[in-house]
């Protein structure tokens, strides 16, 4: 290859490389040297004196002068001002004090009410027989009695027991007892106490009825407190509010403590029934509440209203009932309270 061919390009080679890669080259030193610069301090030249400036505010204003060159008269008559509409109390007169009102709650407490007489004998007692629907058998016995004090109290008291076979594979015994007073719309429940084979349970409430919140139930099994609707009945005591519910052929609504919740009850009337029991035949009226579960109840029209048949039927369809086997006064029956 001739000498001049390899030169041209060698020297092509090289051009196109500072094209590509001049800028790198540049970056690591290929740049010119940096100039070096000369720095001397020398001190700033004084500042020209300034004369003060005399402030406006300051200045003696001039007394203004007449035509005839005598100074004028400037008025010191003060600016007429206006009258208080402020009353003037003398001095020895302080205001009254006005005393502290009592806070408003936003619900008014309930007014206590006079006792009334029961529609019920002084004491009584009404007995079960308990069924299991699905087996026809009779599986426990439950019992309640009632006691009305002359001074408006009241005591009522329940027991459900298992009975026979059932007894001797699972023996249970549930009491439950409700104290309170009589008032003029019926009962007025001051607590639920329940025992299970002796013991305390947690399912007890504590009814009050006059807080400035208004009524109020304490639940034991949770430590909580609701408010009520006046009229509430706990479970024992909801059969004997019957007697007091004039509007119950057309059906009602009332809140009632289980010993574990609060709930209103919606008591839908079914019409009225002739119905057989152990204890003889009833003209009954047929109430049904529904919820999570069925509570049915038959209230006999000739016998204040007393229960004389409960169905019970859960959420599993499971149902039991409660046909009375005996309905009287004390004095009617023999049997004590255990």
């Known amino acids: 290859m001739p000498l001049a061919l390899i030169l041209a390009v060698l020297g092509s080679l090289v051009v196109h490389g500072l094209a590509l890669f001049g800028t790198d080259y540049e970056l690591f030193g290929s740049g010119q040297e940096p100039v070096t610069l000369l720095a001397e301090l020398r001190p ?97 016995r439950a019992e309640h009695r009632w006691e009305f004090a002359g001074d408006g109290s009241y005591r009522l008291f329940g027991i459900t027991e298992t009975s026979g076979l059932a007894a001797l594979f699972k023996p249970v015994r549930i009491e439950v007892e409700s104290r309170g007073r009589m008032v003029a719309g019926g009962l007025q429940p001051d607590s639920y106490r329940t025992l299970k084979n002796g013991r305390e349970t947690n399912e007890n409430a504590d009814f009050s009825w006059f807080t400035a919140e208004g009524p109020q139930v304490a639940l034991a099994r949770d430590g909580s407190v609701r408010a009520i609707a006046p009229g509430t009945q706990d479970l024992l005591s909801l059969p004997y509010q019957l007697a007091y519910l004039g509007s119950l052929p057309d059906g009602s609504s009332l809140g009632v403590v289980t010993g574990k919740k609060y709930e209103r009850y919606a008591l839908d009337s079914l019409g009225e029934e002739v119905i057989e029991t152990p204890a003889g035949k009833f003209r009954t009226l047929h109430l049904r509440a529904m919820t999570d579960s069925v509570t049915e109840i038959w209230v006999a029209l000739d016998r204040q209203r007393l229960p004389v048949k409960i169905r019970f039927t859960d959420r599993k369809g499971e149902s039991f009932e409660q046909l009375v086997t005996e309905l009287g006064s004390e004095s009617e029956s023999t049997s004590k309270t255990p």
């Open 44 to 140: 700033l030249p004084a500042l020209p004196a300034v004369e003060p400036v005399r402030s406006a505010a300051l200045a003696t204003p001039r007394r203004l002068r007449s035509a005839s060159g005598k100074p004028a008269k400037t008025s010191r008559t003060p600016a007429p001002t206006q009258p208080s509409t402020e009353p003037v109390l003398p001095a020895d007169t302080a205001p009254a004090a006005t005393p502290d009102s009592p806070p408003e709650s936003g619900h008014p407490p309930s007014i206590a009410q006079a006792p009334a007489t029961p529609v019920l004998p002084a004491s009584g007692v009404i007995r079960f027989a308990i069924v299991k629907s699905s087996l026809g058998l009779t599986v426990g």
